[in-house]
């Protein structure tokens, strides 16, 4: 008989009907005795012992259903023609056959679970749990010899266990659970402590344990992390103090710390501290990190300092914040604020000493002071991209920055996610330009742009289509640009691409872009953008006026003053260059980076002073002034001067 036909006689005959009545019911009975077990007194191995009856019954049941159902009499058998007789015969075989298959696999179901729970090999009270990453949090105790306090003590560990399981930093063992097994075991009058029960039979990787007490009217509370294997303890919690009639505000600080602790501890290589922040503290640092907006970054930095005042990240980070935004007051005055844990702190004493650095202008201890913070933390992409930044514009060794920049593997990251990422190509892309290796850098670019449109990469990419001669798609470029970009956006890219003409000595394809900005409708141009236009259009009667205007407005900008004396000194206006070279004398002062010599050296360019020109940019180098893609041999006013011996002394001072 096929199965097709004996499946067909089984539905018939409600062969399935009967079978499906057993399994539902004693799935009920199974259900119902795992929930009753307890109250009830049975052993705790009466589920275990009600399915191997279950099981061994199945087939009996199979059998009697056969026998009492199925089988047909004598006095039928006699009525049945001969074909009838095979048809039940064949019907019966293939009965017997599953019945016999069913058998045996109830039979070695019955023999596994026999084998498990009731062999003489096995003869634990308990199941025991198998080394995990489990944490135990038990109750804290009550030292202050005051009843009412009892409720602290569950109070500290169940808030313990929720700042633990709402973050998912690991599953937690609870007292209730240790307290269960207690009883459990009490019941089967072995005597086990709660010592022995965490050790024998839950074997968490790690427990959390505490005491608190009254000091001069306040509770203290401590806490300690203790390893589940060696009984070693792994790390004591800052004590915290609180007034005794609220407990809480002390749990939920050392909830704080215990939470950091776990949040960090894979990351210890990298943490800056010796001690853990609070979950908090580090919680606002991650969403700082992740932050595109400047306002934003320096709120969430200032939380996370207010959450835990001793953490020491959002403190450097602070001060980085600020010495980019060019605030470098502010920077060195949060800087002289900071503390070290301790003076054997070798990576908090680097970091201090780096920004120290920075604030000096002393840009050779910038570059040791951070590749050693890359050697600890080569994959951060904050260090890494700061590595590369340095590298490439306070040491000019662009030759460096390739290295960096591969470490991290950006295969997998969403540029649209990740602003330090974006920034990473950034660098990359004008150290390219600097080597000279301009398609790699358009490569690098455009591949980038097709997952993110940044806006931030048009710039290097302007320059490496002009650099690497790729007209066609200069002219593309442009054709997108003018579409998409806003009016002062469109000119300051306009601005560039001319001054790289001006360096490639193309005058003429230089002025058709300065003449873009020049013609622009009014109400659209920054005037500062004008009289760059028209100064390197060398139109320098309208750009004197222009930058007269400006200079009153804002007497201090140096770079201004720098472009006036120089349109004086080509009008034949002496006197009034000379002027104006000595009002940027006077505009030295602190955080400037050699900005006033460099003002100067270009002074001296145009006047054609060699001597001169190359002491001041020797000491703006010196002072600090970093080699961006505006500066030095990127600068057009140079472009006479930049092959010389006496330029590359400049471009190698801190080689």
Request: aromatic share 12%; with cysteine.
């Amino acid at each position: 008989m096929r199965f097709n036909s004996f499946f067909k006689q089984c539905s018939e005959k409600e062969v399935f009907k009967m079978l499906s009545i057993y399994v539902v019911s004693a799935w009920v009975i199974l259900q119902v005795l795992s929930v009753t077990w307890q109250p009830l007194g049975l052993p705790h191995k009466s589920v275990a012992f009600l399915i191997v009856v279950l099981l061994l019954c199945f087939p009996l049941y199979i059998f009697l259903l056969w026998r009492f159902r199925l089988a047909p009499n004598k006095k039928t058998e006699t009525e049945l023609d001969e074909k009838e007789e095979k048809k039940n015969a064949a019907f019966k075989k293939m009965y017997f056959s599953s019945l016999g298959i069913i058998t045996s696999l109830c039979v070695i179901g019955v023999f596994l679970i026999i084998n498990k729970n009731f062999s003489q090999e096995n003869n634990e009270i308990l199941p025991k749990i198998i080394k995990s990453d489990k944490i135990a949090v038990l109750r804290f105790g009550n030292n202050t010899g005051d009843p009412q306090y009892d409720i602290v003590s569950k109070m500290a560990s169940d808030w313990i266990i929720h700042g633990i399981t709402e973050n998912h930093v690991a599953q937690v063992i609870t007292q209730d659970l240790i307290d269960e097994y207690k009883t459990i075991l009490k019941g089967k009058k072995i005597e086990e402590d709660e010592t022995t029960i965490i050790k024998e039979y839950l074997k968490p990787s790690k427990i959390i344990s505490g005491n608190f007490y009254l000091q001069n009217g306040n509770l203290l509370f401590q806490g300690m992390l203790i390893d589940g294997k060696t009984n070693k303890t792994n790390i004591s919690f800052k004590p915290t103090e609180c007034a005794a009639d609220n407990p809480l505000q002390c749990i939920e600080d050392l909830n704080e710390s215990i939470t950091g602790y776990f949040i960090t501890e894979d990351k210890k290589g990298l943490m800056l501290q010796e001690t853990p922040p609070k979950y908090e503290a580090y919680k606002y640092l991650l969403e700082a990190k992740y932050s595109n907006e400047n306002q934003e970054y320096i709120n969430l930095l200032d939380k996370a300092i207010a959450a835990d005042s001793t953490y020491f990240e959002p403190k450097v980070l602070r001060v980085a914040h600020y010495y980019n935004q060019k605030e470098y007051k502010k920077a060195d005055s949060l800087l002289k604020l900071i503390k070290p844990d301790s003076y054997s702190n070798k990576r908090q004493l680097n970091l201090l000493n780096m920004y120290e650095a920075l604030l000096k202008g002393d840009n050779r201890n910038v570059y040791k002071s951070i590749l050693k913070e890359y050697e600890i933390a080569p994959f951060d992409l904050i260090t890494n991209k700061t590595a590369m930044v340095v590298a490439l514009q306070f040491v000019n060794r662009p030759e460096d920055v390739e290295a960096i920049y591969k470490t991290v593997n950006m295969d997998s990251m969403s540029l649209q996610n990740c602003a330090y990422c974006v920034q990473r190509i950034y660098v990359k892309a004008f150290a390219d330009i600097e080597l000279g290796k301009y398609p790699t850098a358009i490569q690098n670019i455009e591949m980038a742009q097709k997952e993110d449109e940044t806006k931030s990469l048009n710039k290097p990419l302007a320059i490496a289509y002009v650099r690497g001669n790729k007209t066609e798609a200069l002219n593309q470029f442009w054709r997108k640009i003018e579409i998409t970009s806003t009016p002062a956006e469109t000119q300051d890219l306009y601005l560039q691409t001319g001054k790289e003409f001006l360096l490639k000595n193309d005058k003429t394809k230089a002025s058709e872009f300065f003449n873009k900005i020049i013609n622009a409708a009014k109400g659209t141009l920054d005037p500062k953008m004008l009289s760059d236009a028209l100064f390197y259009e060398e139109e320098y009667t309208k750009a004197e006026k222009v930058l007269k205007e400006i200079h009153i407005k804002n007497p201090d900008d140096i770079e201004v003053l720098a472009k006036l004396a120089i349109c004086n000194f080509k009008l034949g206006n002496l006197s009034e260059a000379e002027k104006d070279r000595k009002s940027i004398e006077t505009l030295r002062g602190d955080y400037q980076y050699g900005s006033v010599d460099y003002a100067l050296s270009q002074y001296y360019a145009a006047t054609d002073n060699q001597p001169a020109l190359y002491k001041h940019l020797l000491k703006a180098a010196a002072n600090g002034h970093t080699y961006t893609w505006q500066f030095y041999k990127n600068d057009p006013q140079f472009l006479k001067y930049n092959t010389s011996k006496e330029f590359k002394e400049v471009m190698d001072f801190w080689k």
